[in-house]
C-alpha cells in the first residue's frame, strides 16, 4: 500500500536559516504528492503540491520537487521566517482518493 | 466563501457513551472524507464519501465507527461505546472532485477526549 515517511522533529531554526523537511514515499502507479501546513490554532492548509514527476510546486516561498527516481518530495525554504513555525505534513494522493500523511514535523524558527 | 465546519470543536465524553460529530463541507464539494488525528501522530483516513456512490469505508477502525452522509451536504461521524483510544482530533475535508490529485480543505477539526 502506499506510505509516506517524513524527517522527524522538531525542527529548531532561527531567522533566516535555509529550510529543509525531508519526505520520502511508497506508492503504486502515478500518484500526486502535497505538502500542507498547520499554523498554531489553525486549521490544515494546502501549502503546495506536485502531480507529475520533475513538477515543481511553490508557495510562499516554499518548494518542493517530485522526484521518482528517489521517490521523494523534500520541502525547502531559503530563509525562514518566524511566522512559518508550524507543522509541516507530506502526503500522497494515488488511485485511492483519501490522502496517506506522514507523521508531521514540527518547525519552530527563532527570531 | 465558507470553509468546511464542523461540530462541537470539543467533546468530552465517558467511556462507553455514543458521540455523534457533525460536518458541514463546501457548497458544491461532491467528496467528502474524514480523518483522525492522534495526538503527535500523522493523520488517519477513516472514510470517504462521493457524490451518490457507496462510500468508502475502508479505513474505520472498527464496528464502533460509522459515519452517513446526506447527499453532497452534510455528514456525520458516529462513534458508539467510545474507548479511551478514540481520544484524537477527527477532521473532516472536502473537494471538488475525487480525484487523488484534488485539494482537499480541511475544517478545523472536533477535539474528541474520552474519559
Known amino acids: 500500500g502506499n506510505s509516506v515517511t517524513q524527517m522527524e522533529g522538531p525542527v529548531t531554526l532561527s531567522e533566516e536559516a535555509f529550510l529543509t523537511i525531508n519526505c520520502t514515499y511508497t506508492?503504486?502507479?502515478?500518484?500526486?504528492l502535497f505538502w500542507y501546513v498547520q499554523y498554531p490554532g489553525e486549521g490544515l492548509q494546502l501549502l503546495l503540491k506536485?502531480?507529475?514527476?520533475?513538477d515543481k510546486g511553490s508557495n510562499k516561498g516554499f518548494e518542493a520537487t517530485y522526484r521518482k527516481e528517489t521517490t521523494s518530495f523534500h520541502l525547502e525554504k531559503g530563509s525562514v521566517q518566524v511566522s512559518d513555525s508550524a507543522v509541516y505534513f507530506c502526503?500522497?494522493?494515488?488511485?485511492?482518493?483519501?490522502?496517506?500523511f506522514g507523521s508531521g514535523t514540527q518547525l519552530t524558527v527563532l527570531p | 466563501g465558507a470553509g468546511v465546519s464542523q461540530s462541537p470543536s470539543n467533546k468530552v465524553t465517558e467511556k462507553g457513551k455514543d458521540v455523534e460529530l457533525r460536518c458541514d463541507p463546501i457548497?458544491?464539494?461532491?467528496?467528502l472524507y474524514w480523518y483522525r488525528q492522534r495526538l503527535g501522530q500523522g493523520l488517519e483516513f477513516l472514510i470517504y464519501?462521493?457524490?451518490?456512490?457507496?462510500?468508502?469505508k475502508s479505513g474505520l477502525p472498527s464496528d464502533r465507527f460509522s459515519a452517513e452522509r446526506t447527499g453532497e451536504s452534510v455528514s456525520t461521524l458516529t462513534i458508539q461505546r467510545t474507548q479511551q483510544e478514540d481520544s484524537a482530533v477527527y477532521l473532516c475535508?472536502?473537494?471538488?472532485?475525487?480525484?487523488?490529485?484534488?485539494?482537499?480543505?480541511f475544517g478545523p477539526g472536533t477535539r474528541l477526549t474520552v474519559l
Open positions: 475535508a472536502s473537494s471538488s472532485g475525487g480525484s487523488g490529485g484534488d485539494e482537499q480543505f
Open positions: 506508492a503504486t502507479g502515478y500518484p500526486s
Open positions: 506536485a502531480t507529475k514527476a520533475d
Open positions: 502526503a500522497l494522493g494515488g488511485s485511492a482518493r483519501q490522502l496517506t
Open positions: 457548497s458544491g464539494h461532491t467528496a
Open positions: 464519501f462521493q457524490g451518490n456512490s457507496a462510500p468508502d
